[in-house]
């Protein structure tokens, strides 16, 4: 069956524009996801979700960053104002109800 | 808070030798431990999991992992490393938040 899906898998922008990177989890996933991995680190939790409701968002780093789910299905992470420091690959992944999170390929994004 | 420590960002063997890499992990409460590979331009794929059922836990592709509450490890082992397991490998837990730490990763060489 079909895994996770990322749209873009790049994202090149300019500084102070606003950016959406999209998630389409695996079918029937309950929880969504989102990670932030620096060159050279490990991913780096920012907010996850139980079909549309937000459980967890104490690793958005401030309030330019955002996302929503609001079918319980597809989630959008949305960096307004974009600056430098955001270039990261962006990584999504689902679950089920348990703890085995499965991840996409990731939106490798640059900011210039 | 809790945090995962990988020694060794590179590791290199030779084909057909042992691979070990380590983690070590420090958390308030039981933990859930994983390990994930990670080839270039994919995503992260579960290679195996802790979730309190066995010490000793096989993943796939051979690797197995040991959980050492005493030393709070949780060190990954292949008999005889495979040129195709050349990729990053990233250490993770999971204190029931549902966000994963992960580690910074070890990029493990295999040569000829």
């Known amino acids: 069956g079909a895994g996770v899906s990322q749209s873009p898998r790049y994202k090149v922008t300019k500084r102070g524009q606003d950016v959406a990177l999209r998630c389409d989890p695996i079918s029937g996933h309950v929880s969504l996801y989102w990670y932030r991995q620096a060159l050279g680190q490990g991913p780096e939790f920012l907010t996850y979700f139980n079909y549309e409701a937000q459980q967890d968002k104490s690793g958005l780093p401030n309030d330019r960053f955002s996302a929503e789910r609001p079918e319980g299905s597809i989630s959008t992470l949305t960096i307004q104002r974009t600056e430098q420091r955001d270039s990261a690959m962006y990584r999504c992944?689902?679950?089920?109800?348990?703890?085995?999170?499965?991840f996409g390929p990731g939106t490798r994004l640059t900011v210039l | 808070a809790q945090s995962v420590t990988q020694l060794g960002s590179h590791v290199s063997v030779s084909e057909g030798a042992l691979v070990l890499l380590r983690c070590n992990y420090s958390?308030?409460?039981?933990?859930?431990l994983f390990w994930y590979v990670q080839y270039p331009n994919q995503g992260l794929q579960l290679l195996l999991k802790y979730t309190s059922a066995a010490t000793l836990v096989k993943g796939i592709n051979g690797f197995e992992a040991e959980f050492k509450k005493s030393e709070t490890s949780f060190h990954l082992t292949k008999p005889s490393a495979h040129m195709s397991d050349a990729a990053e490998y990233f250490c993770?837990?999971?204190?029931?938040?549902?966000?994963?730490?992960f580690g910074s990763g070890t990029r493990l060489q295999v040569q000829p």
């Open positions: 958390s308030s409460v039981p933990p859930y």
């Open positions: 993770a837990l999971d204190t029931g938040r549902r966000a994963l730490t």
């Open positions: 992944a689902s679950s089920l109800s348990d703890n085995e999170q499965f």
